[in-house]
């Protein structure tokens, strides 16, 4: 594997048959991997050539904060940048560590369900794009289960979801199409959305990106969400919420991206291993309510936990397949 077919991957700019080629290069061997991991970081480590010019919400201006707020000039800039480039380019050890629990290919299942439905499985490191009967389409986030009939025969759409999915839907006035969850229902026309409802969360979140949607619980008033609106259901409290968000940057997880804004490290973690496939653990009460805001933007497990410690007060050890956040 040469070297410009390693940084077009890195650059997203192959197409599926090559991208399938260089995983299986990479994943080959631990040495096939270092390869990878160095050009990486040295990749990353370029865009931060300009350092001055740089936008520094997540690098320089979280370095600014840790040093409260002292102004830098233009060769401390250079020097932060000079040692974020150490870090990521040089740090064999953590690199051999993070190998051992890089996280394998998965696969997707669709299987028959009661009742005449296919129920459509990811799992965990997974995401998956789905097409329904009616053209819609569903782009399926890792560790969900999407359940829907072959056929809409009926005078609705339903479909029900566990987990977390895009949803793109061909507008059927003489069909609204409803997506249930384990809390509440969504009704839609023809728009676009995004649903987390997973098992284990404490919440349900309903983003809108264009159209509209009704957020339907038990027999009270259905509610209406406006584009870049989220709707956050309490499920302890049984409460409702409705926020305005990016749209956008919720729906970044389609493309490889997870944006994080004042999120608690408990619920960054989370999506860290349904991303990586890994299992985090975190020794601090401190820590688990932390709030952190920061973009992973197709980032290795290995360069995620550098920027970690780059922007935050964390440190990380590995111990087998677990890795472990500590103050």
């Known amino acids: 594997m040469n070297k410009k077919q390693l940084l077009k991957y890195i650059k997203n700019d192959l197409n599926s048959v090559e991208k399938r ?16 991991n160095v050009l990486k970081a040295e990749y990353i480590a370029s865009t931060f050539k300009d350092v001055p010019n740089v936008n520094s919400d997540f690098f320089f201006q979280r370095f600014k904060n840790s040093i409260k707020k002292r102004k830098l000039d233009k060769f401390s800039y250079i020097a932060v940048s000079i040692a974020i480039i150490t870090i990521l380019i040089f740090n064999f050890k953590e690199v051999i560590s993070l190998n051992n629990i890089i996280p394998q290919e998965s696969t997707q299942i669709s299987q028959a369900a ?13 995401k998956k794009e789905v097409y329904l009967p009616d053209g819609s389409k569903i782009v399926l986030n890792a560790d969900s289960e999407l359940t829907y009939p072959k056929e809409f025969n009926d005078s609705i759409r339903e479909v029900t979801l566990i987990g977390e999915a ?17 809390s509440i229902k969504i ?55 409705i926020e305005e ?74 111990e087998g397949k677990e890795i472990f956040l500590e103050p």
């Open 21 to 36: 080629k260089t995983i299986e290069w990479v994943r080959k061997s631990p040495e096939n991997q270092k390869v990878y």
């Open 114 to 126: 009661p009742n005449g439905h296919f129920s459509f499985i990811t799992n965990r490191g997974d």
């Open 166 to 182: 895009f949803f793109d839907i061909k507008r059927d006035e003489n069909k609204p199409f409803i997506v249930n969850t384990n």
């Open 187 to 241: 009704r839609v026309l023809g728009t676009s959305f995004n649903v987390k409802s997973y098992a284990k969360d404490t919440k349900v979140e309903t983003t809108l990106v264009t159209g509209k949607v009704e957020l339907i619980k038990d027999e009270e008033t259905p509610i209406v969400l406006a584009p870049s609106q989220k709707a956050v259901f309490h499920k302890k409290e049984n409460k409702l919420e």
């Open 245 to 318: 968000v990016k749209s956008l940057d919720v729906v970044a997880w389609k493309d490889g991206t997870l944006i994080f804004n004042k999120t608690p490290l408990r619920e960054v973690a989370i999506d860290l291993e349904r991303k990586y496939n890994i299992e985090i653990n975190i020794n601090s009460l401190k820590l688990l309510n932390y709030e952190y805001t920061g973009t992973f933007d197709n980032l290795s497990i290995y360069e995620v936990l550098k920027l970690l410690t780059i922007s935050s007060p964390i440190k990380y050890t590995i």
